[in-house]
Every structure is written in structure tokens, then in C-alpha cells.
RNA sequence: GGCCCCAUCGUCUAGCGGUUAGGAUCCAUGGUUUUCAUCCAUGUUACAGGAGUUCAAUUCUCCUUGGGGUCACCA
């Protein structure tokens, strides 16, 4: 059976990055009906909070993207993780390191000036003499130091990393903590993962949790990485590329089907395939399919797939959804005309519910570049007339069309082209030239409401 | 700097030795719409550079250049 899990440490928010390969991930198991495992990696008490880890999990939730079992918290398995460490030493595969903070920094420095890559030098690899006083060893694992580490990642094909690259690094900290590479390679042989999917900053990671693999005897597991997302400058993704915590899209009115859409076409495709349902992408998905490059993040696309996404929606979805962005439409006798008017004119749900405030409440005032064009010559009279008639005909106006025809009769018989009352009516209804379909909007309204917003305009003229 | 990875329109991408290099987005233009938006149509724009291999390279190899990642008692 495939399993795949998602392992973020929470120092943070759930970044946009995290949830691409997180969707890789859980799409891969959702493909082979197989497991999708959250595991929290927790292991530095000093940076973690409970905060982050709560805000990783509801993004989780905004998307839809559900993980099997329970969630897996590494510091709750120190005892675990202590075990293996007391195996390693016992076998001879790690060993204490005294060496001591400030000697550890000076050696680096050392390296550095001459341009060397820093890396721990082993002195106490065979260390047998008596340990120097006042230092709590850190534990070290015995990593080979000739030949190479070789492995084959599913989006970048054949991997070879030469041994003399990874030093012995730390797998307990001198408060017997233990460390990340150390960790990760235990739980995901121990949580019986098939594929692991992460970002290809992780590559380098992956030789030495090989030498952790190794040492305890554990079969490996398909490694996946996948390339970074740049900015569209290609450079790293900072905050000032604009939003990178999930939960500020839903902030800024994007739909969480939108958003997957426009992440899982982020360095994976299935030919000319743009538009990809929930159930779509875990049909099609294969890690093959990964792109081996990296990606810039480009937002014009995802606002085109919103606005796809917000037209297609069933209108009572939509209207659950828009009272999280401060509109109530679910008790209005013509939600379906309501939504069906302005939901082609928004692309985000922040801009759907202007579009329909502008029709729900009366405007406050008119733009004044549409009332200088709309509200001249004869548009008073005009109006006026306009009134007469809805109010004449009251009883038969319900529909749409029943406006429409009010307004032919209106130009038939005054002899004026539509533009005439057309752009003075728009202006009065809703405060400028730009909005739905007049017809619309009025049944929307009622002849009520329409006849006085009309009034109101009027008395300004 | 060492090591590793990557390279097709501005952006996301298709391509897997022989194509008029395709799609999407963006942008522009036209049409539909009483306005705006939607929708439809059309158009501009790409194989980083240089050597090979081959009858033939966007595609395979190498080099250069450019970009990214990584070098913690962080994850």
C-alpha cells in the first residue's frame, strides 16, 4: 500500500510551497488508494508553538485535504527515538563527541577562510582516552567516509552524493534531544512510508538520513523531490512577493478548489490539461509527471481559475461561502437572480460581495465622472416618466424580462435611444456606470426599491 | 567558495530525433452585451550560448553562461 505523508515543524504558518507538496503527497495516496500520514516534527522545543501547529492543521481543513490516523508528534517519541540512539552506540555506529560549542565554531571558521566546506572533522570518532571535563558529549553518527551514496529520486532520476560530503553529524544534542535527519528517517520507516514528496531542499538531507537508514538496518523508502517555487523574478519566495500563508487566500476571497487547481499545474501537468476538479487530480496524478525544474509564482492564473471556479459554483454553496466575507443573501427571495447577476463579475469572493453590496444597499452617493454623463439634457423627465410607468404596471412586473419591456415601452414611445434612460436608471441604481444588467437588477429590487432609488436621484437633479 | 539540481513564449506548461514548436494565462484588437464584466474570434511573443553525435537536433553528450538548493547541537 502507498503511503505518503506531509511533516511540517511548527514554527509558522502553513506556506503556500508546504501545501504544493503536501497536495502532491496526499494526491499520490488518494491515487493508489493508499495512506496520506501528518506527522509534526517538533523536535526543537525552543522554536516550536502550539499556535503554528493549530494554524498548519486549519489550513488543512480550509482545503479539504484530510489525513489518515492519528497525527504523529515527534516529541511525544523521544523515548522511541532515545532507544535507537542507545542501539547505535552500543553497535559502535555513533559515538559522544565532547567537543565543545565554542571549539566547534572556531574549527568552522578555520574552514572558512580557507575556502573550504565546513564540516565536523571526526576527532572523536575513535576517541577512547578520558572525556574532558564539563562537556555534555552531543552523539554523533558514523557516516562512510569513502565511496559514495547513491539513490534514485523519482522527479530527478540518479542521485550520487560523494561520502566525503556528509560528515558525522549529530543525531542527539547534548541535552539528549535528537535531531531532525536523525528523526525523520526512524518515523518514516516506522510509519511504513512508500514515497516520500518534499521540497528538493531537502535533497541533501536525504544522503544522510540514508546513513541513518543504513546504520539501523531499514529499508528505504522512494524519495521524491520536488523543485522549488521562485518568485517571478525566480528568486526566493519572500512576503513581499505578496501572500504566502494559505489562509490569506481565503482572506483575500479565493476558493480552495481554485487554489489546488492552480498549485497542482505548479511543475506538474497532464498535457494541455488547465481546468482540474478535486477528483480529477487524484485520477491523473503520478509524481512521474513532476517537473525536475523550478517554478515562478505568477498569480495571474490562479485569479483566472477563481474566477472559472466562482461562475461554475452552485448558488447555495456560494451563499454559504459569502457570509464568511460579510454578505448574508440567504434569506433574499431572489438570492438565485442575485448570484446568477454578479457572480460573473467577480473573481474573488471579496469582489463578488461588493458586487452585490453595490445592488443590496442603496448608493450613498454617485460617481461623479457617470452622473455628469448619465444624469443630463432630459434624464430628469426621463426618469420621472420611467417612474409613472413601473408604477402603473406594478402588478405585472416579476421577471427580468417584465422590466425589459417596461423600458422598450418607455423608449418606443418618447422615441429616444436606450442609452437614454439606460445610463441615468444604472446611475440611480447603483451609484455608476458599471454593474449588472439593469433588467436584473430591478427585479432584483422590486418596484418598490427601484422606484425609490430612482426618487432619490431624482430630488439630486 | 565546495557539492547537488535545473534551463521551451513575460508567467504556467506540452514536446520524449524529422512538428508551420501546441495549449493556458497575460497583453492587444474585433464581435456579442443599453454600461461593465462574462463569452467568442484573431493577433504579438519562446527552444540561453557554443561545440560535438547523427542524414536530421528543442529533444542525446560535453563545455560555458544563468538560476536555484545546501553546507547547524533548525527543520
Redesign the pocket.
Known amino acids: 500500500m502507498t503511503v505518503t505523508r506531509f511533516?511540517?515543524?511548527p514554527?509558522g504558518y502553513l506556506h503556500i510551497g508546504g501545501l504544493r507538496t503536501a497536495l502532491f503527497s496526499w494526491l499520490t495516496a488518494q491515487h493508489n488508494k493508499g495512506e496520506f500520514l501528518l506527522r509534526i516534527?517538533?523536535?526543537?522545543m525552543a522554536?516550536n508553538s502550539e499556535e503554528a501547529k493549530d494554524a498548519i492543521l486549519k489550513a488543512f481543513e480550509w482545503v479539504g485535504m484530510s489525513h489518515d490516523g492519528e497525527v504523529v508528534y515527534?516529541s511525544k517519541r523521544f523515548d522511541l527515538y532515545k532507544k535507537y540512539i542507545d542501539q547505535l552506540l552500543k553497535e559502535g555506529k555513533a559515538y559522544k563527541c565532547y567537543?565543545?560549542?565554542e571549539e566547534?565554531a572556531t574549527l568552522?571558521e578555520e574552514q572558512m577562510t580557507k575556502?573550504?566546506?565546513?564540516?565536523?572533522d571526526g576527532r572523536y570518532r575513535d576517541f577512547s582516552g578520558t572525556p574532558p571535563e564539563g562537556?555534555?558529549p552531543?552523539i554523533r553518527i558514523k557516516a562512510p567516509q569513502e565511496g559514495e551514496i547513491f539513490f534514485v529520486d523519482g522527479v530527478?532520476?540518479?542521485?550520487?552524493?560523494?561520502a566525503s560530503?556528509v560528515d558525522d553529524?549529530?543525531i542527539a544534542?547534548?541535552?539528549g534531544?535528537p535531531?531532525?535527519?536523525f528523526v525523520?528517517a526512524i518515523d518514516d520507516a516506522l510509519m511504513g512510508l512508500t514515497d516520500v514528496i518534499r521540497g528538493?531542499?531537502?535533497?541533501?538531507?536525504t544522503p544522510?538520513q540514508i546513513v541513518v537508514y543504513n546504520a539501523l538496518g531499514l529499508d528505504l523508502p522512494n524519495f521524491n523531490?520536488v523543485?522549488?517555487i521562485?518568485n517571478?523574478q525566480?528568486?526566493?519566495l519572500s512576503k513581499r512577493d505578496g501572500a504566502t500563508d494559505v489562509m490569506d487566500y481565503k482572506a483575500m476571497g479565493y476558493l480552495p478548489e481554485a487554489l489546488l487547481n492552480f498549485l497542482v499545474?505548479?511543475?506538474?501537468?497532464h498535457?494541455?490539461q488547465?481546468i482540474f476538479s478535486i477528483a480529477e487530480m487524484i485520477d491523473l496524478f503520478d509524481p512521474k509527471?513532476i517537473?525536475?525544474?523550478?517554478?515562478?509564482?505568477?498569480l495571474?492564473?490562479l485569479?483566472?481559475l477563481n474566477?472559472?471556479y466562482i461562475?461554475n459554483m452552485p448558488n447555495e454553496k456560494l451563499a454559504v461561502l459569502l457570509k464568511e466575507y460579510g454578505v448574508n443573501v440567504e434569506g433574499h427571495d431572489k438570492v438565485e437572480l442575485l448570484l446568477d447577476a454578479t457572480k460573473?463579475?467577480g473573481?474573488t469572493l471579496v469582489e463578488l460581495a461588493e458586487q452585490i453590496n453595490l445592488i443590496l444597499s442603496a448608493p450613498n452617493e454617485y460617481d461623479e465622472k457617470s452622473s455628469k454623463k448619465a444624469f443630463k439634457g432630459e434624464a430628469k423627465t426621463i426618469l420621472a416618466d420611467f417612474v409613472v410607468m413601473l408604477q402603473n404596471w406594478e402588478g405585472t412586473l416579476h421577471l427580468p424580462c417584465d422590466y425589459h419591456s417596461v423600458?422598450d415601452k418607455l423608449v418606443e414611445t418618447k422615441e429616444i435611444g436606450?442609452?437614454k434612460?439606460?445610463?441615468p436608471?444604472?446611475v440611480s441604481l447603483l451609484g455608476s456606470?458599471?454593474?449588472?444588467?439593469?433588467?436584473e437588477i430591478m427585479a432584483i429590487l422590486g418596484v418598490d426599491e427601484t422606484v425609490s432609488r430612482i426618487e432619490k436621484a431624482i430630488a439630486t437633479l
Not at 575556502?115 to 565536523?120: F, G, L, M
Not at 528538493?200 to 538531507?205: E, K, P, T, V
Not at 525536475?292 to 509564482?297: D, F, G, I, L, T
Open positions: 511533516a511540517p515543524s514554527t516534527e517538533d523536535t526543537d522554536r515527534q567537543m565543545s560549542k566547534l568552522r575556502k573550504e566546506r565546513t564540516r565536523y562537556v555534555d552531543v530527478k532520476g540518479a542521485i550520487s552524493i560523494a560530503e553529524f549529530v544534542r547534548a541535552d534531544a535531531t531532525y535527519n525523520v528538493d531542499d531537502h535533497l541533501y538531507n544522510k523531490h523543485a522549488m521562485n517571478e525566480g528568486k526566493k499545474r505548479l511543475g506538474w501537468s498535457g494541455d488547465e509527471n517537473n525536475k525544474s523550478s517554478s515562478n509564482y505568477n495571474d492564473k485569479l483566472w474566477a472559472h461562475k460573473e463579475r473573481k423600458m436606450f442609452g434612460i439606460g445610463m436608471l444604472r456606470m458599471t454593474g449588472s444588467g439593469l433588467d
